[in-house]
């Protein structure tokens, strides 16, 4: 059975929508019921390794913990290996670390000091882009490190939010826009 073009497949319809979660006004970008899916998925990790080919990455790095659900199997499609972003104090080894702004307050992730190469060109990922926060703190590790951002691509972008503009001039791409709430 051969699969379809990614292309052909409807991933927003893949995506269930669940109004007014977590707060009154939110419609939540519900990514399970594509995860689910084996043609929404395949057409996913295509969509997205056919955008990220051209960049010409060595490595993919995901964010704990949604970065890590579409993110090694992006890698594999690439023939690129993957990179583990976690929360403060989950990783064994010496670290590096970028702070990130939250609505309220900050957060944290890590990386292994040796995770990237001086020099390696690398894919940022994650599911889903809003603000930038997250992505943008995966950019400040890798380049802290010496690694160069090749591009940063996302399953889902909230283009009403501005989480592109966060991320300049890096190339940003994403499978499903939301132009509005």
């Known amino acids: 059975?051969?699969?379809p073009d990614p292309k052909a497949v409807d991933l927003r319809a893949a995506i269930r929508e669940i109004p007014d979660f977590p707060s009154?006004?939110?419609g939540f970008k519900d990514i399970t019921t594509l995860l689910a899916?084996?043609?929404a998925l395949d057409a996913a990790v295509r969509g997205l390794a056919a955008a990220a080919r051209p960049l010409a990455p060595d490595v993919v790095i995901g964010a704990e913990?949604?970065?890590?659900?579409?993110g090694p199997a992006l890698a594999r499609e690439l023939g690129c290996g993957f990179v583990l972003a976690r929360k403060p104090g989950k990783l064994p080894h010496t670290t590096v670390r970028a702070e990130y702004a939250l609505e309220y307050g900050t957060d944290a992730l890590e990386l292994h000091s040796d995770a990237v190469a001086h020099g390696a060109r690398v894919l940022v990922h994650d599911d889903l882009l809003a603000t930038g926060g997250t992505a943008r703190a995966l950019c400040e590790l890798v380049e802290q490190l010496g690694g160069t951002v090749a591009g940063c691509a996302f399953l889902v972008e909230l283009a009403f939010l501005p989480g592109r503009a966060a991320l300049e001039p890096r190339p940003v791409h994403a499978l499903v826009t939301y132009e509005s709430e």
Do not use: K, N, Q
């Open 1 to 3: 059975m051969s699969t």
């Open 24 to 26: 009154p006004g939110i």
């Open 37 to 39: 899916d084996p043609v």
């Open 65 to 70: 913990a949604r970065g890590f659900l579409l």
